[in-house]
């Protein structure tokens, strides 16, 4: 009798995919915008993934080539929409904040743990987890979760219970994983169970005339949230537009074309308008995190001058923070503890 009580009051099945699920309106598949080749091969391939379920997607490129908007439009577009879209920065936070992050804890797991929570795998089912630069993700949690991608279960910390989970994992880097493998700081078996699809951005310089349709929708977005009437840009600003090397990529060519429009007085915008840093200096910015143009600002404490340091670093490199850490000679949980300690996140301009 106990059982058969036991067995009425079991939880119902967690929800699934639904395979009739409408694409939403919200990430449009035409809203990744171009018209070349590379463009087109990404919107057929986020096509394909519509109907394929709970494919491992890896998505390539340079920091600010859009890895978080596609993502986000595989997800809206897939049978996967009807539960949630999680993220997080594999490089945002250290080992053991981000394995909790990733698979929960049950209360008492470890200090501070007073009650359990349940981890982004989890609050993912039946939808998406992205995992943003996932070349920073330590190594031996790399063996962990290429334990739930094989299995589709994991445990909490400090918990004894599989859990299964319908969730979908998509993949970002910037970093070169091949290399990585090579050099044994990224799992071989994990590189393999990731890259089953592999989709990769083009940079914004490699794009050609990609550049001004991207350009021309940014200026209609921002005359709409400026209450501005920019029409455009004159044949000269056009010329240094397709010039840049755009190192920061649709990133910043948003930053660009928002600071030229608010302070453009004229219909269109002029080479005066467009304020963009010299290639040499983005190169050497590239090269030292910006180091070599910082300059210690006089009587201050040490410690107020290790925070101007690392903010500057940080607002000077296109770097993910496990190299932003390492051109600053710390590890990447001092690193977090500092932007946590002098609220660096809310001051930067990532």
């Known amino acids: 009798l106990y059982e058969e009580e036991e067995e009425e009051q079991k939880e119902p099945d967690k929800p699934t995919p639904v395979e009739s699920a409408k694409p939403s309106s919200e990430f449009p598949i035409s809203g990744i915008l171009g018209e070349s080749e590379a463009i087109e091969e990404v919107r057929g391939t986020i096509e ?26 595989i997800h809206h577009n897939s049978t996967y929409n009807a539960g949630r879209f999680m993220e997080i920065n594999c490089a945002a936070l250290p080992e053991n904040l981000l394995e909790a992050e990733l698979f929960g804890y049950e209360e008492g797991a470890f200090t501070d743990a007073r009650e359990s929570k349940q981890g982004l795998l989890e609050a993912a089912d039946g939808g998406t ?129 928002e600071r030229a429009m608010i302070f453009s007085e004229t219909p269109e915008i002029e080479v005066g308008d467009l304020v963009l840093a010299p290639r040499d200096q983005l190169t050497d910015s590239a090269a030292t995190g910006g180091r070599d143009s910082f300059s210690f600002p006089a009587e201050h404490t040490l410690e107020e001058l290790e925070q101007a340091y690392i903010l500057h670093t940080l607002n000077h490199s296109d ?32």
Request: one cysteine or more.
């Open 319 to 350: 770097a993910s923070y496990a190299d932003v850490a390492e051109m600053l000679g710390i590890s990447k949980k001092t690193l977090w503890e500092k932007r946590k300690r002098y609220n660096l996140d809310e001051q930067s301009n990532r």
């Open 129 to 257: 987890l992205f995992l943003d630069e996932i070349d920073s993700m330590p190594v031996p949690l790399q063996a962990k979760l290429l334990s739930f991608l094989e299995s589709r279960t994991f445990r909490r910390l400090g918990g004894v219970d599989e859990i299964r989970v319908t969730t979908r994992v998509l993949c970002a880097t910037n970093s070169d994983l091949e290399q990585l493998v090579a050099e044994k700081e990224f799992r071989k078996d994990l590189f393999y169970r990731i890259n089953v699809v592999n989709l990769h951005l083009p940079p914004l310089r490699k794009m050609g005339e990609d550049l001004f349709v991207i350009a021309r929708s940014l200026v209609d977005e921002f005359n709409e949230e400026l209450r501005r009437d920019v029409e455009g840009f004159t044949e000269a600003a056009r010329e240094k537009l397709a010039e840049h090397a755009w190192p920061g990529n649709v990133r910043e060519l948003r930053n660009v074309l």
């Open 48 to 73: 394909t993934l519509t109907g394929v379920p709970n494919t491992v997607v890896l998505l390539r490129g340079e920091t600010g080539t859009g890895k978080n908007l596609v993502a986000k439009t």
